[in-house]
Every structure is written in structure tokens, then in C-alpha cells.
């Protein structure tokens, strides 16, 4: 009977647990983990733009750790991060639009095509100034054509 007892106590604070979290706003942890792996995002660009544009001195090692953590981004299982319907609309703390989940928008080939970049960064980042340079245009296009295309514009 205790056993029982503890068992529906268990229970009770499970459900109680899902309540709470319903209270919150919605999709709250979703957006929380995405805004953090594109601020991250951001930050490895940053430290690369700033080599290209000639703010920092051009370091081999620097440019290719940055390159390597946007790359390993990249390829993070997005599966869980963008539940249709948590959009703006749904909870103010993002600024994904609805359309970001319209076939027309083609979400998934701009993240292709976003990760492609970051590959070919990966690729070029160590090599060179010239070569960071030249990878540092499709890498930072392929961040804005999704922006565009899947952001409430500010
Ligand atoms: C395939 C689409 C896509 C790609 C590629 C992409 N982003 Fe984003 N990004 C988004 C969306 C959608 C949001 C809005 C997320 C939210 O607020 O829930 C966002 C938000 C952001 C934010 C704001 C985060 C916050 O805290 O509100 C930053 C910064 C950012 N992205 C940087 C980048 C950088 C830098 C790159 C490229 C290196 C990049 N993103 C590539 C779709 C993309």
C-alpha cells in the first residue's frame, strides 16, 4: 500500500510538473535553445567577419577554431527546435515568422545551402586571409536570405 502510495505521489508531481509548464508561454524552451545556437552562431561569425574586414589581425588557429564551431552548429539536429505554430504570433519572444513554415519559403534548402557555406568555411579559414575572405560572402548570404525569408522584419 505504501509502494501504491508513493507511486501516485510520483504521479501527482509529474502531472503537476506538466501543468506548470503549461502556464509558461509558449514554446518557451524551443525558442530559448534556438535563439542560443544562433547567437552562438553570430559569435563565430563575428570573430571571422572582424579578421576579414581587417578589425582583428588574421590568426590560422583563431579563424579556424571559429570556423569549425559554426560548422559543428551546422550540423546540430534542428528536429526538436522548430514546432509549427512557434511563431511570433504564438509568443513575442521570437521573431520567426509563420511563413517560416510555408514549403514555399523552403526552409530546409536555405539551411542547406547555410551549411554548405559553413563546410566550405571550415575548409577555407586556416588556409589563408584571401581564402577566409572568400568563403565570408555565401557564409554570411546563406544567414541573411533565411532571415529575410523567415523573420518578422524589425
Ligand atoms: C535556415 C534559416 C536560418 C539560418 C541559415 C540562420 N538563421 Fe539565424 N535565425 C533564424 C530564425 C528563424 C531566427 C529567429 C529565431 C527565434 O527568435 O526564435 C534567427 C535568429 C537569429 C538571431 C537572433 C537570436 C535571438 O536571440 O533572438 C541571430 C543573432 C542569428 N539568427 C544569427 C545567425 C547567423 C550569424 C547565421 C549564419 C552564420 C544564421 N543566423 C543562420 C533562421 C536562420
Given at each position: 500500500m505504501k509502494k501504491l502510495f508513493a507511486g501516485l505521489t510520483l504521479a501527482a508531481m509529474v502531472m503537476g510538473g506538466a501543468g506548470l509548464a503549461q502556464d509558461k508561454p509558449p514554446f518557451a524552451m524551443e525558442i530559448k535553445a534556438r535563439q542560443g545556437i544562433m547567437a552562438y552562431r553570430a559569435l563565430n561569425l563575428g570573430r571571422l567577419g572582424a579578421m576579414a574586414k581587417g578589425e582583428a589581425e588574421y590568426n590560422a588557429e583563431a579563424a579556424q577554431a571559429a570556423a569549425d564551431a559554426l560548422a559543428a552548429s551546422a550540423q546540430l539536429?534542428?528536429?526538436?527546435?522548430?514546432?509549427?505554430?512557434?511563431?511570433h504570433s504564438a509568443?513575442?519572444?521570437?521573431?520567426?515568422?509563420?511563413?517560416?513554415?510555408?514549403?514555399?519559403?523552403d526552409y530546409d534548402g536555405k539551411h542547406t545551402e547555410f551549411v554548405n557555406a559553413a563546410l566550405a568555411m571550415q575548409q577555407a579559414a586556416g588556409q589563408g586571409l584571401d581564402q577566409l575572405k572568400a568563403a565570408m560572402g555565401p557564409l554570411g548570404a546563406s544567414c541573411g536570405s533565411c532571415h529575410k525569408a523567415t523573420r518578422i522584419p524589425n
Open positions: 539536429d534542428e528536429s526538436l527546435l522548430w514546432p509549427e505554430g512557434s511563431d509568443n513575442p519572444a521570437t521573431t520567426a515568422d509563420a511563413k517560416l513554415w510555408d514549403i514555399e519559403t
